[in-house]
């Protein structure tokens, strides 16, 4: 009997347009816009039959747009659905304006059936909502046979594609980033241009912090209005044209040199106005005009690597790590450990050679990295003299193996420590909060579990039993350690880096701060 219900179930049909729709379900697709007519229309209320919201539009066109907009306010590919021939043609006005725009649209078509295809078959463009999201975002056209729509197929025979993953974030080059601040800082009438790209990436809080942390004014374009408010004392929108023309240095944050800009030449602009130009799009760099500086990649990335080259204090993760790469040897091995302190560690600093990082790996495992750490330093004391290893530790993961420091030491192995410490495990509090939390009762009943005692001079471990041991809380002072710590190939060297308690890669809510016994 079970085996009859089983060869019930695996025989069980469902048709194409119903696989469609669980399809775009699983891509989060939350809107059609569209037309129906055949062989779509199944399509439309199979879409509906789980929970996707289809509007029905009166043009192409129209339907066109409105799911490109969806795509642009949500992160998500809107889909528009239309029939073949004409319907798929008046729908190319949106996928153009949505490729120009950068917005992910998701355009799913009826075709003729496959006996035709070799007859003179429709255009095609890039599949799929991977295509849509990854990169610079546009438009995807999926063609859709119409004996697909009504073909009824075995459940059992499906294979389902997962939910496509977020775009990756990808950084610009520290070196970039690097002569990018030092062309502001050095600039007389600098200004900031934000476009609809720093929109779409979210980046309002990056940008809005840089234009004031640098009291930068800003100009931004008409759909890059809102990324920091018109309202603004550094909005330049209402002197647009004397912004353009008279700025020295200007940055491009997600905007491009095209018609509404003026293209970057004179008379709008002086003649040797140098561009900083921000593009998640390798293709748009120097188009019209040869920029100073390129920074390739996600655009609030970007704007917080800019923001990590201002000295400001405390020190944040991003300040840390920037400074770090700044010096570090490209040959060097990276070993590093933590929460935070791994996870924000790799996306800056780089590594240039193959086996030369090791961190906490597949089972995510703590306390690894002063014996990694070891390890790494034997083998380039006998097959690369002169090797140098970095072990960048979070202070908890720091605390697992600590006493390794000894061994390190007792076979004076010249390893670099670097503990980038915030009190805590992911976060802690300061002297005066955790002060004030003793006040009311002994800590194993008021101190929150993720925190570690406060300002720990985890450097007088390594002074201890004879290396170097420094204590940092500037840029400045980091920068001087990292530089002597190198400088010595003798002895190994312990760097405390003191950084802001509730530094994260982004805001954390803890509700022990609003406690009534606080």
């Known amino acids: 009997m079970p085996d009859s219900n089983f060869a019930e179930r695996s025989e069980e049909q469902v048709s194409g347009a119903k696989v469609i729709a669980q399809a775009l379900k699983t891509q989060d697709v939350e809107y059609v816009f569209g037309i ?32 490109s907009a969806i795509g642009y306010l949500t992160g998500r590919p809107g889909v528009c659905l239309v029939v073949s021939g004409p319907g798929l043609i008046h729908a190319l006005g949106g996928m153009a304006n949505a490729n120009m725009n950068c917005w992910p649209l998701l355009v799913i078509g009826g075709s003729p059936e496959r006996n035709q295809e070799t007859m003179g078959a429709f255009q095609e463009f890039p599949q799929a909502v991977r295509s849509s999201i990854y990169g610079r975002p546009g ?6 046979p119409a004996d697909f729509v009504n073909l009824q197929v075995n459940v059992s025979s499906i294979k389902h594609v997962e939910r496509c993953m977020s775009p990756p974030i990808s950084m610009a080059e520290t070196s970039a980033v690097c002569t990018a601040a030092s062309v502001i800082k050095n600039a007389k009438q600098p200004l900031l241009i934000i476009g609809k790209g720093a929109a779409y990436a979210h980046a309002e809080e990056s940008i809005q912090k840089l234009v004031e942390q640098y009291k930068l004014p800003f100009l931004p374009t008409p759909m890059g209005k809102g990324v920091v408010p018109d309202n603004h004392p550094y909005c330049v929108g209402a002197a647009r044209s004397r912004a353009l023309q008279f700025a020295d240095v200007i940055v491009l944050f997600g905007a491009r040199l095209n018609w509404i800009l003026h293209f970057g030449l004179p008379p709008r602009y002086q ?5 900083i130009q921000v ?3 390798a293709e748009e760099l120097g188009n019209n005009v040869k920029p100073a500086v390129t920074l390739l990649g996600d655009i609030n990335a970007v704007t917080k690597q800019e923001l990590a080259s201002k000295k400001s204090l405390p020190m944040n993760y991003y300040t840390v790590f920037y400074h770090v790469q700044e010096q570090l040897p490209r040959d060097c091995f990276v070993v590093s450990e933590g929460a935070n302190t791994m996870d924000i560690g790799r996306t800056v600093i780089q590594n240039y050679l193959p086996r030369h990082r090791l961190d906490a790996g597949t089972f995510g495992t703590m306390g690894v990295g002063l014996g990694f750490a070891i390890a790494a330093a034997m083998v380039a004391k006998d097959r690369s003299p002169g090797q140098r290893v970095i072990c960048v530790e979070g202070d908890s993961a720091f605390g697992f193996s600590g006493m390794e420091v000894e061994t390190i030491c007792r076979y004076n192995l010249p390893i670099i420590l670097l503990v980038v410490n915030n009190n805590g495990i992911y976060q802690g509090f300061d002297t005066d909060t955790w002060k004030e939390m003793l006040k009311f009762q002994d800590a194993a009943s008021v101190v929150p579990p993720m925190c570690l005692l406060p300002n720990s001079h985890y450097e007088q471990v390594m002074t201890a039993f004879g290396g170097k041991g420094y204590f940092v809380q500037t840029p400045e002072e980091l920068q001087k350690s990292l530089r002597q710590s190198l400088a010595d190939t003798a002895k190994p060297s312990l760097i405390n880096i003191m950084i802001e308690p509730q530094a994260t890669r982004k805001t954390q809510d803890f509700h022990w701060l609003t406690r009534s016994n606080m």
């Open 36 to 67: 129906v007519g055949i062989p779509v229309t199944e399509i439309a209320i199979a879409a509906q039959q789980l929970g996707i919201k289809y509007i029905g539009m009166r043009n192409e066109q129209a339907a066109c747009y409105a799911a």
């Open 139 to 144: 438009a995807c056209y999926v063609d859709i």
């Open 271 to 275: 003649p040797d106005v140098k561009f």
């Open 279 to 281: 593009d998640i799009c």
